[in-house]
C-alpha cells in the first residue's frame, strides 16, 4: 500500500502548492476592501473623549499611518507567528475568538447539510425516475419555493410561528435557555459537550434551540441538492451502460446499485461545493437566531469595520472551503477508478 | 375590408392560445415562472396607479395597526402603509436587478467569449478569479464592498451587477468552448473569417441561447442578495420601501407579534425570487436539447 | 417453427408538437422476417431504416412515446412482451442477449471486467461465485483476450475500443443464449479490428448453434458473415433472403441502389446517385414507402405493395421488381 501512500501525500502537496496563490489573494482581497469602508477605527477604538494627540499615538502603536503595502506585510508576519491580531471591540484576541465561535457555526452548517442530504438526495432520486412526472414537478416546485425565501424572513416567520403563536420552540436568543448551565467546553458544540458529559438536560436545550435555525437553513439547502441528484441521475440513467444493463435483463435494484456507484463521485463533488457556500450563508442564520457564531460575529465587523475580525473570519472560511475541497477531491481520486 | 382584419385578428388569437397551451404542456414552469415575472413588473410599472397610498406618506395616529380596510397589508412602525410600500418595492426590486443584469451581462459576455475562444492569459485569469470567488463568500464579498464605496443605490447595482460577471463568463465561456470545436466554426474560420468575425457573427447568437437560461437565476440572485445587503442594513436608507429594508424594520416587532410589517415584503421577495427560478429553470428546460422531438 | 418470428410488426412514436398538434413517426411499418435455430441474419438499412428500433422490440424494450399498432413477435413459438415490462425480462440476458454499440461506454465505468461478467451470469440464476468466476475467465479467453487472469481486475476505461467490443461479446455469450443481436458491432473500431472482432463472434456462434442477427448498414460485413440479409427502408423490410441470391439478383431498386453505391462498386462503374434525403416518418407516402427515391416509380406504385417471392426463401415488396436476373 506504499504506493497509495505516496499517491496521497503527492496529492495533498501539490493541493496545498496550488491553493496558497488562492488564500493570499482572498485574504490580500479582504485586506484591501475592509480598509476601503472610510471608517475610522482609531475612533472607534479611543473612545470619544480622545483627543487629536492621542488619536495619531493610538494609530502609531496600531502601525494605522504605514502604507498599506507594509501593512500588510506585517499582517502576514504576524499571520506566521499564529497571531491574527485584535478585535478593537474590547481587544479580544482574534484567533481565540474564532475557535471559541466556530464550532457553534459548524454546528449549524453541519447538521443542516446532514439532514438536507437524507431528505434531498432521496427526492431527486425518486424524481429523476419519473422525469416530469407529477413527483418531479411537485418537488421541484415546492424545493425551489423553499430555495427562493430569503432564510432571515424565513427564520422570522418561523419564530413568529413556533415561538409566539404556537410556543414550542424557545426564545431565539443564544444557544442554550437561560437557566442551563453550559457544559464543560471540549470542542465547543454543546451537542457534542453536553453528549460527553451525559448533560442531558443541556443537550435537550441546545437541540431545542437549534430547531427552528436548523429547520430553516435545512430546506435552503436542500433544493440545490434535490435539483443536483435529480440532474445527476437523470444523465446516469440515460447512459449508455445504464441501458445496456437493461438490455441485460438486470434486475431494478441493479440497475439502481449501479447507478448509484456511478453517481457517487458527482454528489461528492456538489456536496463539497453545497457545503462551502453555505458556511457563508449560515451567518444569517445565526444572526437571526443569536446564534453566537463566527458568522455572526464577522457579519458585525464589517459593518463595523473591525479589521482584524473581518480578515480572520475570511481567512477561517476561506482556510476551511479549501480543507474541504481537497478531503472530497482526495476521496473522489482514491474511489474513482478512472483515476 | 373589417370582417378580412376580424378574421386574421382572430387566426392571430387562435394561433397564440394554441401556442401558449403547447408551451405550458412543454414546460409549466416557465410560464408560472412567466406569468409571475410579468405580474411584478406590470405592478412596478403601474405602482402609482395601484397603490393606494403614497409609500412614504406617514400617518402618526396609525402606527403598527393590523391588516384592516384601510391599510390592506397593515402600517408599519412609522405609520406607513405596507401595502404602498410593496408595491413600490417592486420598482426597486427592478431597478436593482435589471441593471445589475445588463452590467452583468455587458461585462461578462464579451469576456467569456474572449476567453473561451482566445484562450491563453485572459483565460487563465477568469478561472483563477472564479476560484478565488469559489471560496470567497459572495456574500461577504457584496458586503465589504458596498460598505466601502458607499451606501447608495447605484454602487449596490454596480457591485452586483461586477459579482456576477465572473459566474455568467463562466457559462458563456462553456457554450463558446464547446461552438468552437463545432464543425461550422471551423469552417468559418477555414474560410478565412478574421477572429472577431468569427466570435460575434458565428459564436455569440449560439452562445447566447444556451446561456440564456443562466440569466434569470442571476437576476433572482440579483433581487435575493440587494434585500439581504438591506436587510443587514447596508446600501438602502430608510424611508426607501426596499423590501429588504422593510424586512429589517419588521423584524423588531415579530417577537411582540406584529407579523405584517415583516411577512408581506418577505412573500413579495419571495414570490418574485421563485418567479425568475422558476422562468430560468423552465427555460433550461425548453432550450435542452434532448427534450426535442420524438425518439428513433 | 422458427426461433424467432417477426409477424408484421408496426411501431408508431406519438407525440405532441409545439403547437399542441398529436404527430405520429410511423418507425415500423409491417417488419415481419424470420430466423430459424443456427442462422445469422444480417439486419441491414441506412440510419434511422428502423434496425435499433426493431432490436429493442425484439428485446421487450420499447417505452412510450413508443407504441406497438400492431403485430407480434414470436419466440420458440410463445408471443414476446414489446413493451419494457416484466413479461420479457426473463428472456434478456438470458434467451436473448444483445451486443450494443459503443463498447467503451456500455461498460459500467465503476465496475471491473470480471466483475461484470459475473454480475451478468448471476443475474440469471448462477448460485456459485466460483462457477461464475471460472466461466468468466474461460469466455475471457475464447473471445482472445490475452491474459485473461489479469484482465478479470481491469477496468473498463482502460481498454481499447477492440477489447472492450471483445468483452461485450463475452458478456452477450455468457449465459448461452439462443438468440444473439449484434447491434453495429463494428462502430468505432479499426478496420482490421473489425474482422478480429467479428471473426470471434461467427466461430463462437457456430460452435454453440446459437441464432444470431447482426445489424449494420455496412454490406461488407452482411456479405462475409450472415447467411440471410433483410433490407430495411423506412421500417419495412423490402427485400430478404439468403445472402448469396440477394445479392446476385437485387430484386428491390433499394436493394440495388445499396449495393452499387459501395465504394468498390462506385470504383467499377462510377456514381449511381439518386439517393435523396432520408423519408420524414410523420408523413409517409400512399403505397409504397420507397416510391419518392424510386428512378422505376410509377403510378401504380401508390397502392399497396404486394409481397413478391422468388422462391421458397427470398421475397421482396415491390409492384416492379426486377425480373431480369
Known sequence: ?339 | MLAMDKTKAQAWAHGFYVHAIGLTRRSPTFVAGLCMVLFFLGVAIFAGVIAPYSPTESFSYDILRAPSDRFIFGSDGNGMDVFSRVIYGCRYAFGIAVPAGLIMVGIGLPLGLIAGYKGGLLDEVLLRTLDVLRAFPTIILALAVVAATGQSLISMVVVIGVLDSPIFARVVRAEVLNLRASTFVKAAVAMGNPAWRVMVVHILPNAILGATAQLPMRMAWAVRISATLAFIGVGIQAPTPEWGAMIRQGAEYVITGEWWAALFPGLALMLLVLGFNLLGDGLTDILDPKRRGVGK | ?325
Open chain 3, 1 to 325: 417453427m422458427s426461433l424467432l418470428t417477426v409477424d408484421d410488426l408496426h411501431v408508431h412514436f406519438i407525440a405532441r408538437g409545439l403547437d399542441n398538434q398529436l404527430r405520429t413517426a410511423k418507425a415500423l411499418n409491417g417488419v415481419s422476417f424470420n430466423v430459424e435455430k443456427g442462422q445469422v441474419l444480417g439486419l441491414v438499412g441506412e440510419t434511422g431504416a428502423g434496425k435499433s428500433l426493431t432490436a429493442l422490440a425484439l428485446l421487450g424494450l420499447l417505452r412510450p412515446p413508443a407504441k406497438v399498432v400492431q403485430g407480434q413477435i414470436r419466440f420458440k413459438g410463445q408471443p414476446l412482451g414489446l413493451l419494457d415490462g416484466h413479461a420479457s425480462q426473463g428472456m434478456r440476458g438470458k434467451s436473448i442477449t444483445l451486443i450494443p454499440q459503443s463498447p467503451k461506454t456500455s461498460l459500467d465505468p465503476t465496475t471491473r471486467i470480471g466483475e461484470q461478467l459475473i454480475r451478468m451470469q448471476r443475474e440469471h440464476g448462477e448460485a456459485s461465485y466460483a462457477a461464475a468466476h471460472a466461466r468468466a475467465l474461460e469466455m475471457l479467453a475464447s473471445v482472445q483476450i490475452p491474459d485473461p487472469a489479469q484482465r478479470m481486475q481491469a477496468w473498463p476505461h482502460e481498454l481499447s475500443g477492440g477489447m472492450a467490443q471483445r468483452v461485450l461479446i463475452a458478456a452477450g455469450l455468457i449465459n448461452s443464449p439462443e438468440l444473439v443481436i449484434a447491434d453495429e458491432p463494428t462502430t468505432g473500431l479499426d478496420l482490421t479490428v473489425q474482422a478480429e472482432v467479428l471473426d470471434i463472434f461467427k466461430r463462437l456462434v457456430r460452435a454453440n448453434g446459437m441464432s444470431a442477427i447482426i445489424i449494420t448498414h455496412d454490406l461488407g460485413i452482411v456479405a462475409h458473415y450472415c447467411d440471410r440479409m433483410a433490407v430495411m427502408f423506412a421500417g419495412t423490410i423490402i427485400e430478404e433472403g439468403p445472402v448469396g441470391k440477394v445479392f446476385e439478383e437485387q430484386k428491390h431498386p433499394y436493394t440495388q441502389n445499396l449495393i452499387a453505391s459501395t465504394p468498390k462498386q462506385i470504383a467499377l462503374h462510377g456514381f449511381v446517385g439518386g439517393v435523396g434525403s432520408p423519408p420524414n416518418l410523420y408523413d409517409l407516402p400512399q403505397g409504397c414507402v420507397y416510391k419518392d427515391r424510386c428512378s422505376k416509380a410509377q403510378s401504380t406504385c401508390s397502392t399497396p405493395v404486394p409481397l413478391v417471392r422468388f422462391g421458397p426463401d427470398h421475397q421482396a415488396r415491390c409492384h416492379h421488381p426486377d425480373q431480369g436476373r
Open chain 1, 1 to 339: 500500500m506504499g504506493g497509495q501512500t505516496a499517491r496521497i501525500a503527492r496529492f495533498i502537496g501539490v493541493r496545498l502548492a496550488v491553493s496558497a496563490p488562492v488564500i493570499l489573494g482572498i485574504v490580500f482581497l479582504t485586506f484591501m476592501l475592509i480598509r476601503m469602508g472610510g471608517q475610522d477605527p482609531v475612533a472607534m477604538l479611543a473612545g470619544p473623549m480622545a483627543d487629536e494627540a492621542m488619536l495619531n499615538a493610538l494609530r502609531a502603536q496600531l502601525q494605522l499611518d504605514q502604507p498599506l503595502l507594509a501593512q500588510f506585510a506585517n499582517y502576514m508576519v504576524r499571520i506566521a507567528h499564529g497571531d491574527l491580531g485584535v478585535s478593537w471591540q474590547g481587544g479580544i484576541p482574534v484567533l481565540n475568538e474564532i475557535r471559541h465561535l466556530f464550532p457553534a457555526t459548524l454546528e449549524l452548517v453541519l447538521l443542516s447539510v446532514a439532514l438536507a442530504a437524507l431528505i434531498g438526495i432521496p427526492i431527486g432520486m425518486r424524481a429523476a425516475t419519473k422525469p416530469n412526472g407529477w413527483f418531479d414537478q411537485i418537488s421541484r416546485f415546492v424545493s425551489l419555493a423553499g430555495f427562493s425565501m430569503p432564510t432571515y424572513w424565513m427564520g422570522l416567520m418561523a419564530i413568529l410561528v413556533f415561538f409566539y403563536i404556537l410556543r414550542w420552540a424557545p426564545a431565539p436568543m443564544g444557544r442554550l435557555s437561560m437557566e442551563v448551565a453550559a457544559p464543560a467546553v471540549v470542542t465547543g458544540s454543546i451537542l457534542v459537550d453536553a453528549l460527553l458529559e451525559a448533560n442531558w438536560r443541556a443537550m435537550g436545550s441546545a437541540l431545542a434551540h437549534l430547531a427552528l435555525p436548523v429547520a430553516c437553513f435545512t430546506m435552503l439547502a436542500a433544493a440545490p441538492m434535490i435539483k443536483q441528484t435529480r440532474a445527476i441521475v437523470i444523465e446516469i440513467m440515460g447512459s449508455d451502460y445504464v441501458r445496456y444493463a437493461r438490455a441485460n435483463g438486470f434486475s431494478a435494484a441493479t440497475v439502481r446499485r449501479m447507478a448509484l456507484r456511478n453517481a457517487a463521485t458527482p454528489l461528492l463533488t456538489f456536496l463539497g461545493s453545497e457545503l462551502t457556500s453555505l458556511l457563508a450563508a449560515a451567518a444569517l442564520i445565526e444572526y437571526i437566531f443569536s446564534l453566537s457564531g463566527l458568522g455572526q460575529w464577522g457579519l458585525n465587523a464589517i459593518l463595523l469595520g473591525d479589521f482584524a475580525v473581518v480578515q480572520g473570519y475570511v481567512l477561517t472560511l476561506a482556510l476551511f472551503s479549501m480543507a474541504i475541497f481537497m478531503v472530497i477531491d482526495l476521496i473522489v481520486m482514491l474511489i474513482e477508478p478512472r483515476n
